[in-house]
Each structure stands twice: as C-alpha cells, then as structure tokens.
C-alpha cells in the first residue's frame, strides 16, 4: 500500500511540474495571435519542408510566399519565453501516422528591430507522438532548453527505449550557418524525407 501511495505522489508531482511549466511558457499569455503567426512566419522556411522544385537557395522566392503562407498554419505555437535577447518557442505539427501524432521542434531565435532574424537555431526535433505526450516531452525539454541544461541525456542514444528527441543524435546536428539538419561525419544536408 505504501508504494502506490508514494507512486502516486510522484505522479502527482510530475504532473504539478509540467502544469506548472505549460502555465509558465503558455504563449497565449505572451503573444496575441498575429504575434503567434509571424513568430511561426518568420521561421517556417527553415523549420518547414522544402515545396515540390524549391531547393534551400530558392525557398525564399517569392514564389512560394503562398506556399509557406499556408504551411505556417499547420503548426501551432505550444510554448513560448524570451530571454536575454532571444525567443525561445516550442512548434508543433501534425506528423503522418496511423493515429493523430505530432512533432515538435525547440527553436532559439533573435530577431532585430525589423523582424529579420539573425539567430534561428532548431536546439531539438523529438519523435512523432500522441498529443499528450508530446506536451509532456516537449514542453520538460522546453523547460531544459530555455535554462540552458544538457538535452544530452534525451538524445536518442542516451535515452535508452524511452524516445524524446530524434535530432539532434550521433550523426546528425543543426547547422546554424546554414540554417539546416546536416550529417556530421559528411556535412551534407539531410533529405527532406528525414526531417
């Protein structure tokens, strides 16, 4: 009996943080919905996938202003704190899966007075999950991100058979010159099918 009562307090305590932490960054509380959508306008011709013939040199043409226009909308804005300078949010999207899953990206950004970014960083991308868990996972490594802890022990070859982040891992990192996913032992981009 006592270890279902002490289980349950644990639960009770992990729940109170990650209430605690979505209450914290809630980004309704910081952003009115315009704010909301530039934040995701601004980034999502890096966080978003490339359009059919566009390639990373020519995504910023005019014209695929329609096509990010109406990609922006797919993802929604979970979290969001500013901080010495920089934007931190927490991105979600719906992910192909049988079931209802999405996927989340932990961005580090710093715009200048006219909205043009000059740091755009995508810290972690975690695996395709159930909404809930995404909140959960994302928004603790969020939590993580933002105080600037080691997300080392989330990498997938660090988290044992539980998943939280799909990159960063071993071989992949976030170029932040190039503003994309790329392989380490080679440098190449990865293949839009991969991210």
Same mark, same amino acid.
């Given at each position: 009996?006592? =270890?279902?009562?002490?289980?349950? !307090?644990? @639960? $009770? @305590?992990?729940?109170?943080?990650?209430?605690?932490? +979505?209450?914290?960054? #809630?980004?309704? &509380?910081? $952003?009115?919905?315009?704010? +909301?959508? +530039? =934040?995701?306008?601004?980034?999502?011709?890096?966080? /978003?996938?490339?359009?059919?013939?566009?390639?990373?040199?020519?995504?910023?043409?005019?014209?695929?202003?329609?096509?990010?226009? &109406?990609?922006? @909308?797919?993802?929604?804005?979970?979290?969001?704190?500013?901080?010495?300078?920089?934007?931190?949010? !927490?991105?979600?999207?719906?992910?192909?899966? @049988?079931?209802?899953?999405?996927?989340?990206?932990?961005?580090?950004?710093?715009r200048n007075e006219d909205g043009h970014l000059e740091h755009y960083e995508e810290v972690f991308r975690t695996w395709r999950f159930e909404v809930p868990e995404m909140l959960e996972k994302? !928004?603790? !490594?969020?939590?993580?991100?933002?105080? /600037?802890?080691?997300? /080392?022990?989330?990498?997938?070859?660090?988290?044992?058979?539980?998943?939280?982040?799909?990159?960063? #891992?071993?071989?992949?990192?976030?170029?932040?010159? #190039?503003?994309?996913?790329?392989?380490?032992?080679?440098?190449? +981009? $990865?293949?839009?099918?991969?991210?």
């Open positions: 009996m006592k =270890l279902y009562v002490n289980l349950f !307090l644990i @639960l $009770l @305590l992990v729940l109170s943080s990650c209430a605690n932490s +979505q209450d914290k960054y #809630d980004p309704n &509380k910081k $952003l009115n919905d315009r704010e +909301q959508r +530039q =934040l995701l306008l601004t980034s999502i011709r890096y966080m /978003g996938h490339l359009p059919k013939k566009g390639t990373h040199e020519t995504k910023f043409d005019a014209v695929y202003d329609e096509y990010y226009s &109406k990609l922006a @909308l797919d993802y929604t804005v979970e979290a969001y704190h500013q901080k010495d300078g920089y934007e931190y949010f !927490l991105a979600s999207r719906i992910a192909p899966s @049988l079931k209802v899953k999405k996927v989340a990206v932990g961005v580090k950004m710093k994302g !928004l603790m !490594l969020f939590d993580k991100m933002v105080k /600037g802890e080691d997300l /080392g022990p989330y990498y997938p070859q660090n988290s044992g058979k539980e998943e939280y982040i799909e990159f960063p #891992d071993e071989k992949v990192f976030f170029d932040t010159v #190039d503003r994309r996913w790329k392989v380490k032992s080679t440098g190449i +981009q $990865l293949t839009e099918e991969i991210i």
